[in-house]
């Protein structure tokens, strides 16, 4: 079966044709980095425009085989951006109308989750991991539609906070890859900065305090994001590596107790921030179960993840009933006894 998968969740247009589930015949993708770059961040209204304008020939691009022999399309219809999201949407439900075909309606986290699955096939139960610009969360994995949301950011995703820090240290957006690049030849143990936690929640992420404290390191006390740097370049190294090293060993202390209490077999990783070869080591050296990384060009937002994950949801359920924009769509989860234990268990530390 093939699938066309649209994604415009945020500043990235993706189209792709997968072939059930996994076989990737075309993933094209249209960043706007160069149009965000000199304002630090996205711009909502900018990033809309640019999809108008991209969606149609990225289409084309994608369309490597004749659209008649397409069997359904699906689209990221939350969450993020609420005009990306209806640009999105709004082209893809015409597109299904114009041409007959089935659409369906898939959640832009399941499927940076559901993006490590492509191309490997762990055991289950996993713990899933989302790190991206817009979200950081745990999620118990019993199979594809199946989660549990175990702990989730309540301030700055971690790409967030990767890139608000990238823009304080004077780099370009989006700054996580700046930040990585300054930190190999930086000390990441130099400066002792440290994640959050919250009180009650153990597996919840806070990466705000950890982005304020870099601000006072690097433009002093009572600066504020536009004061001038006071470290030299030589530091700003060190300074990336060890806020790098402080949002990373937050986040693994997290993955591991999950894990462990929650008797996970393997990890499922996606999102941008999982393209850092320093996480991605740290993890690997530290773990003894298996780690599904996503394949190149899976990481960052793609139509192939979106058109996999549309492949399971229109087998199991045909075509949505009615795709709506949203831009707080939540997964969808699953209740087990298991879980419930946990939450209790959770709960009480
Ligand atoms: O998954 P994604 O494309 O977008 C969202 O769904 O939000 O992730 C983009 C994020 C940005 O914040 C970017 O700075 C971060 O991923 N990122 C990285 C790296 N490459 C991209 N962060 C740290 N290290 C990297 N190598
Ligand atoms: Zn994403």
Redesign the pocket.
């Known amino acids: 079966m093939l699938i066309l998968g649209i994604e415009s969740?945020?500043?990235?247009t993706g189209f792709a044709i997968v072939r059930d589930g996994k076989e990737i015949l075309s993933n094209v993708v249209a960043t706007q980095e160069d149009l965000h770059e000199r304002y630090g961040g996205v711009v909502p209204e900018i990033a809309c425009r640019r999809h108008v304008d991209v969606l149609m020939p990225l289409l084309k691009k994608s369309l490597c085989v004749p659209l008649e022999e397409i069997d359904a399309i699906a689209v990221a219809n939350g969450p993020?951006l609420i005009g990306a999201l209806l640009i999105g949407v709004n082209f893809a439900q015409g597109l299904a109308l114009s041409t007959g075909k089935p659409l369906v309606g898939v959640n832009?986290i399941e499927a940076?989750l559901y993006s490590a699955l492509m191309e490997s096939e762990p055991e289950l139960p996993a713990l899933g991991v989302v790190?991206?610009?817009?979200?950081t969360a745990l999620v118990y994995v019993e199979g594809v539609g199946k989660y549990r949301l175990i702990g989730q950011t309540q301030d700055d995703?971690?790409?967030?906070a990767?890139?608000k820090a990238?823009k304080l240290l004077g780099l370009p957006?989006?700054?996580?890859?700046h930040?990585?690049e300054l930190a190999k030849e930086g000390d990441p143990h130099r400066y002792p900065f440290k994640g959050g936690r919250i009180k009650g929640r153990p597996y919840d992420f806070s990466f705000s305090g950890l982005k304020t404290a870099l601000l006072y390191l690097v433009k002093g006390q009572n600066a504020n994001k536009h004061s001038p740097l006071i470290i030299s370049e030589e530091d700003k190294k060190n300074v990336a590596a060890s806020f790098?090293h402080a949002a990373f060993s937050n986040l693994i202390e997290k993955i591991h107790s999950g894990t462990r209490e929650l008797a996970c077999k393997s990890i499922l990783v996606?999102?941008?921030?999982?393209?850092?070869?320093?996480?991605r080591r740290l993890l690997e050296e530290s773990c003894s179960v298996p780690i599904c990384f996503p394949g190149e060009g899976l990481?960052?937002?793609n139509g192939a993840m979106i058109a996999g994950l549309g492949y399971h949801i229109f087998l199991e359920h045909g075509a949505s009933e009615c795709v709506k924009a949203d831009p707080r769509l939540r997964i969808k989860e699953h209740t087990d006894a298991v879980l419930n234990d946990f939450a209790g268990a959770a709960c009480a530390h």
């Open positions: 969740t945020c500043d990235e993020g832009h940076h790190m991206s610009g817009g979200h995703a971690i790409g967030e990767f890139d990238a957006y989006p700054g996580g890859p930040i990585e790098q996606g999102g941008g921030v999982s393209q850092n070869l320093y996480f990481c960052l937002d």
